[in-house]
């Protein structure tokens, strides 16, 4: 195939162009001698006029990523985007099922690889893609979706690609070109900086815990209270919960990093308040679970359908504080980070929260006194419950 830009097959004597073989018959003689057709306002040539069959094979073969605004390419032997898809998931999907990889992010990685063939078609060759098709791709993807969300999908898509190279599924090393380049931290500053801080005042977060149901209100209170995400309360295992000395020790499911939160006597209650009205798991392997819900099914589905995010999403509605975008059930940690880090004792919030942090007296810390992870936590409870006068241990 080429495009009206290349060198057609020069005619000599210019002979007369022959008839269509069938009257829908999708191509039109040209003077040069080819088949061709326009598309998208180009003009592309898919075979001589003696072989009609074959260019209208080629054209069966390329129209679909052609109308599609794609560059085609003939399918040759080597690894196609399809088959590079299947054999990075197969992997991701092991991890995943002995526990070394997060199921969300499974997800993520899944929605990463739907994306590739749909974009570039499931018999495209990797060999064949070069700088021009990922400059394309970006472009697509800026149209779509904003910075954050673009970094997050230029990042796995060359995870992907990176798994092609190191498992020899092709022979060269994958060119993106600089078409293909993460949004810059400037970008992302000022796109944090338009959306607004992701955080909730004590006002809102009292808002959501008088009109949430009685597990949802435990659940905000533990992102409130200990900085928990959505699948940190929808896998908390009931093992992990000391409801008569407060304390959950719990390592974080996304990372596996140990963390220890004092409860406050709010959020012991809410918790005590939900197992008492707890329906019974659905599946033996979730009776172990705090929060079942109503349906005997997790909270936390750990995908991007999250049933307690929706549960927190509906309430913000009905409330009227959901008019900063971005706002969520995870902004409860983004908040409790905020307010804890007030506290100044840096190390103890980490703690509570399971935060990895790169320095080396991290790697020599090994524990911190509850004193310290309660005076963080009780830094927190001030702030939500200004009114509460308390004195440490007296209630």
């Known amino acids: 195939m ?12 210019k002979p007369a ?16 001698g080819q088949w061709c057709k326009k598309i998208r306002g180009k003009l592309y040539y898919f075979g001589p006029w003696d072989n009609p069959d074959a260019a209208l094979d080629n054209y069966l073969k390329q129209k679909d990523a052609l109308h599609a605004g794609r560059k085609p390419r003939q399918e040759a032997e080597g690894t196609t985007v399809k088959g590079l898809v299947n054999d990075f998931l197969n992997y991701k999907r092991s991890l995943r099922d002995t526990g070394e990889l997060a199921p969300r992010t499974w997800e993520d990685y899944k929605a990463a690889g739907d994306l590739l063939i749909q974009y570039f078609g499931k018999g495209r060759r990797i060999d064949d893609l070069d700088p021009e098709d990922f400059s394309d791709l970006r472009k697509k993807l800026a149209q779509k979706w904003g910075p954050t969300t673009v970094r997050n999908a230029i990042q796995r898509i060359r995870v992907i690609f990176k798994f092609a190279v ?11 070109g600089q078409g293909f380049k993460r949004p810059s931290q400037k970008t992302l500053r000022l796109e944090r900086a338009r959306k607004g801080p992701k955080l909730f005042t004590p006002a809102e977060v009292r808002e959501l815990l008088d009109t949430a149901t009685v597990p949802a209100r435990a659940m905000i209170l533990l992102g409130i209270n200990c900085g928990m995400g959505n699948a940190d309360c929808g896998v908390l295992p009931l093992s992990a919960v000391d409801l008569e000395t ?13 963390r220890r939160c004092p409860l406050w006597p709010e959020t012991i209650d809410a918790v005590r308040n939900a197992l008492a009205c ?12 705090v929060f079942i819900t109503k349906y005997g099914k997790p909270w936390a589905k750990l995908t991007t359908d999250n049933t307690l995010a929706k549960e927190v999403s509906k309430l913000m509605k009905a409330l009227k504080i959901n008019g900063r975008k971005g706002l969520g059930f995870y902004t409860l940690r ?11 004792d840096q190390p103890a919030v980490d703690f509570i929260m399971g935060d990895e942090v790169p320095n080396m007296s991290a790697v020599y810390r090994e524990t911190i006194s509850d004193e310290r992870l309660r005076a963080v936590a009780d830094h ?12 440490k241990g007296v209630e």
């Open 334 to 344: 983004h908040t409790f980070r905020t307010v804890a880090d007030e506290s100044k």
């Open 17 to 32: 162009k022959p008839s269509k073989p069938y009257p829908d018959f999708p191509l039109t003689a040209h003077p040069v």
């Open 380 to 391: 927190v409870r001030r702030w939500l419950f200004p009114s509460t006068a308390f004195l």
């Open 166 to 176: 190191d498992n020899g599924l092709t022979d060269r090393l994958i060119r993106y």
């Open 246 to 258: 407060g304390i959950i020790d719990f390592p974080r499911p996304k990372t596996g990093i140990p």
């Open 278 to 289: 707890r329906p019974q798991p659905k599946r033996e392997e979730h009776a172990g679970l």
């Open 2 to 13: 080429s495009e009206n830009n290349s060198t057609a097959p020069a005619s000599s004597g």
